[in-house]
């Protein structure tokens, strides 16, 4: 599935599950779309296998204070709980979430990273999934959360975790061709 002439944003930070990160990524690479990686952080990112485990580092491409939705076709948000924490907590972050929501672009989030949903208020109202550890924020947030490997809702796409990769590359693939 060519998708030759689409940008990407993948928001993260310090902490992102590599995975959820590399997984997507290649399978966008490999399709051709251009990714760039937005970050709060400066410099370099700390991923890690698992909360625990430090895996590898990634060079950030560009400060999330200088990402403009027009500029991208898509964004995905990887997980990690760390990594969804400090971004949910992050204003800048925040804020571009919402500006693609405004845009009717398509996000897709995975594992914990739909806390943000949740902190921009998005959350509401949409058919989605997530890391059970945040079921019930999700749910006392307004979302009509379900336990099942890839949910689209409109222009969201949500995982629960790694083993659901496969159908989350999938999704996201197809939302952008």
């Given at each position: 599935m060519a998708v030759s002439?689409?940008?990407v944003a993948f928001l993260l930070t310090r902490g992102v599950e590599q995975v959820e990160l590399t997984s997507p990524r290649q399978a966008l690479d490999e399709a051709g779309a251009t990714t760039t990686l937005i970050s709060p952080s400066e410099g370099?990112?700390?991923?890690?296998?698992?909360?625990?485990?430090h895996a590898d580092t990634f060079d950030v491409d560009l400060p999330v204070g200088?990402?403009?939705v027009e500029d991208f076709d898509m964004l995905v948000l990887p997980g990690g709980?760390?990594?969804a924490d400090a971004l949910r907590l992050d204003e800048d972050s925040v804020e571009l979430v919402k500006a693609f929501f405004a845009a009717d672009k398509p996000v897709a989030a995975i594992c914990h990273a739909p806390w943000i949903l949740a902190q921009a208020g998005l959350a509401k109202g949409r058919r989605l999934t997530s890391f059970a550890s945040t079921e019930v924020d999700l749910k006392n947030a307004g979302a009509d959360w379900v336990?099942?490997?890839?949910?689209?809702?409109?222009n969201l796409i949500t995982s629960?975790?790694?083993g659901d990769l496969e159908a989350f590359n999938r999704e996201i693939a197809q939302a952008l061709s």
């Open positions: 002439d689409k940008k370099t990112l700390q991923a890690m296998q698992g909360d625990w485990d200088q990402a403009r709980t760390l990594n336990d099942e490997e890839v949910v689209v809702d409109g629960r975790d790694p």
